[in-house]
């Protein structure tokens, strides 16, 4: 039941984080929305950079999907233990650059929390 559980979860931040991706493609002035102050959204130099992110972001999501068709639960565990320093290094980057204390812990540092506990639920399961 724990691990149908974690799956789910794992999903939706799959689900999320190839969201993430491709709004940067259609979107992005959303970019600002991760908390670096001053982001310059409509410089074509970062728009450049923005996209190489943006296709990390969709593969990343593409590789929980994967690990849930073809993989164990206990695989994904570590996955997703792994990709939990994402949302770490991520709230860091937003607290060194004097970014907003609320995107920091209350997006990124979220994030990694759940991350973090769908990683417990999926080795315990």
């Given at each position: 039941?724990?691990?149908?559980?974690?799956e789910?979860?794992?999903?939706?931040?799959?689900v999320?984080?190839?969201?993430?991706?491709?709004?940067?493609?259609?979107?992005?002035?959303?970019?600002?929305?991760?908390g670096?102050p001053?982001t310059p959204?409509?410089?074509?130099?970062?728009q450049?950079?923005?996209?190489?992110?943006?296709?990390?972001?969709?593969?990343?999501?593409l590789f929980?999907?994967?690990?849930l068709?073809?993989?164990?639960?206990h695989l994904?565990g570590?996955f997703?233990?792994?990709?939990?320093g994402i949302?770490?290094?991520?709230?860091?980057i937003v607290?060194?650059?004097?970014?907003?204390?609320?995107?920091a812990?209350?997006?990124?540092?979220?994030?990694a929390?759940?991350m973090?506990?769908?990683?417990?639920?999926?080795f315990v399961?």
């Amino acid at each position: 039941m724990l691990v149908n559980v974690a799956e789910v979860l794992a999903g939706l931040i799959g689900v999320g984080i190839i969201l993430i991706g491709a709004r940067a493609f259609w979107a992005p002035r959303a970019a600002a929305g991760f908390g670096i102050p001053g982001t310059p959204t409509r410089d074509r130099t970062f728009q450049a950079w923005l996209t190489v992110k943006a296709v990390r972001d969709i593969a990343s999501g593409l590789f929980i999907f994967i690990l849930l068709a073809g993989a164990t639960p206990h695989l994904l565990g570590w996955f997703m233990l792994a990709a939990a320093g994402i949302p770490v290094g991520d709230a860091l980057i937003v607290l060194r650059s004097n970014g907003p204390k609320a995107a920091a812990y209350g997006i990124h540092g979220v994030t990694a929390v759940v991350m973090l506990a769908i990683s417990v639920l999926l080795f315990v399961g």
